[in-house]
């Protein structure tokens, strides 16, 4: 029995891309994209249609939404963080400046604090409240600032050193975490988790790190406690029997189910699970390297920048180019640990088996479609499918006592058995998993 498996959305390119390499991509609160580039302009779109655009006086490396959407911060090559009127097109202010170039801002809206980080090692955060731009907090970091993300109270920032720090903007005397970059290779990006709970890195020896705060905590049972921080291989290929290892230039967080994209210089696009260690997919292969990626307010959508990141140096290269991908349920969280997917009848759960990629042995098929089921519910795990069924019947049954029930799973453990309060019975059961 063939079953229906759903369509993949084309991706929609923007419209008038940057002329030079994109640096930053940067969802709003309404889904209005902010785009920096090299070419020296910040650009609003509306959907794929470019809304507006702000020419400054050196390339842009990095650009972030602040309070609302008609404002905007900005830093580059001109050494200088600068607040942006997207209304009227013009500098309102420059906050601070660096010694070098500034090659990261961030924004709290919670605490109204923009946030940058230099080539020069330093690592600002500005007051925009109050006016002016007034510096409330510096610190320096070993060599260049590589990577920083900010989320609410939380800063994190990864140097041309391998050094990863993360400070409290609740009380910056102190970090929460200082210590080497787990991965042996210099860090390219950072972000930090929508929990709070960490920091993902990544490296341009294709990999990416894990570390959560509380492995690196003072208290004195974490020693004891079983640290959950990890580091895994990605974006590599083979060519000829030969490991190719790509990059990773950006680590985008789903902001609903916490799951994350990477995006290398190979190309493409993976989406993970990191509190289950599991790939979950990866999207087509995108014209060149992927420079910058972003999740939109309700994760629906993931901007992808695919623009060369001289990773081979200077050479020939695609041009230029940004795409909004609709992310389907099944690449944001298909393969999470215990995800909880109601279907209705039979039918229905044998294309979310598909799906699953499960195996249905021939005698689940005649149970499926034999019983007077109310509703069935799918869990799953990495090894294992957790199967719900509701039973129109008015008294508790054991699910071994089901026609066919024996011989329809390897291994098989009741799990729950329960009343519901209409006198329907709840039957529950596990059963491995089998490839297609």
């Not at 993360?166 to 975490?177: A, C, E, T």
Request: proline residues 4%.
């Amino acid at each position: 029995m063939a079953t229906a498996t759903p369509a993949k959305t084309p991706d929609e390119e923007l419209q008038a891309p940057p002329s030079d390499g994109v640096s930053c991509v940067r969802f709003g609160s309404r889904s209005n994209l902010l785009v920096s580039s090299w070419d020296a302009t910040l650009r609003v779109y509306d959907g794929a249609r470019l809304r507006t655009r702000v020419d400054l006086e050196a390339p842009v490396l990095s650009c972030c939404y602040g309070q609302g959407d008609c404002e905007a911060f900005a830093g580059g090559l001109d050494c200088a963080v600068k607040q942006i009127d997207l209304v009227t097109r013009q500098v309102s202010a420059t906050l601070g400046t660096h010694a070098a170039a500034v090659r990261h801002v961030g924004y709290s809206k919670e605490f109204g604090l923009a946030v940058s980080g230099g080539w020069d090692g330093a690592v600002k955060v500005l007051d925009v409240r109050s006016g002016g731009g007034a510096q409330i907090h510096a610190t320096q970091v070993p060599g260049k600032v590589f990577g920083l993300d900010v989320r609410a109270h939380v800063l994190a920032v990864a140097s041309s050193e391998r050094q990863l720090a993360v400070f409290d903007l609740r009380n910056f005397s102190q970090p929460i975490m200082q210590k080497e970059s787990p991965l042996k290779y210099q860090v390219r990006c950072v972000s930090v988790f929508p929990d709070l709970q960490g920091v993902a890195l990544g490296s341009v020896e294709g990999r990416v790190a894990l570390e959560y705060l509380e492995d690196d905590a003072q208290e004195p049972h974490a020693q004891d406690k079983k640290k959950r921080s990890y580091a895994f291989k990605c974006h590599r290929g083979k060519v000829d029997d030969q490991t190719l290892i790509y990059p990773v230039n950006c680590v985008a967080f789903h902001p609903t189910y916490g799951t994350f994209a990477t995006g290398g210089c190979d190309g493409i696009v993976t989406l993970w699970d990191g509190a289950n260690k599991k790939r979950i997919t990866h999207l087509r292969q995108y014209p060149t390297s992927i420079a910058a990626m972003d999740f939109n307010h309700d994760g629906s959508v993931l901007v992808v920048a695919a623009s060369y990141t001289y990773e081979q140096g200077e050479k020939d290269h695609p041009n230029d180019a940004i795409f909004l991908h609709t992310v389907q349920d099944s690449e944001a969280h298909l393969l999470r640990l215990m995800v909880e997917v109601g279907v209705q009848d039979a039918h229905e759960f044998l294309q979310y088996a598909s799906l699953f990629q499960v195996w249905i042995r021939p005698p689940m098929f005649t149970l499926l479609m034999h019983s007077e089921l109310r509703g069935i519910d799918l869990v799953l795990s990495r090894r294992k499918v957790l199967i719900v069924l509701i039973v129109e019947s008015g008294e508790v049954m054991n699910p071994f006592q089901l026609t066919g029930i024996t011989s329809l799973i390897r291994w098989r453990s009741v799990t729950k058995l329960a009343m519901l309060a209409d006198g329907s019975s709840v039957v529950t059961w596990c059963t491995k998993r089998y490839p297609l």
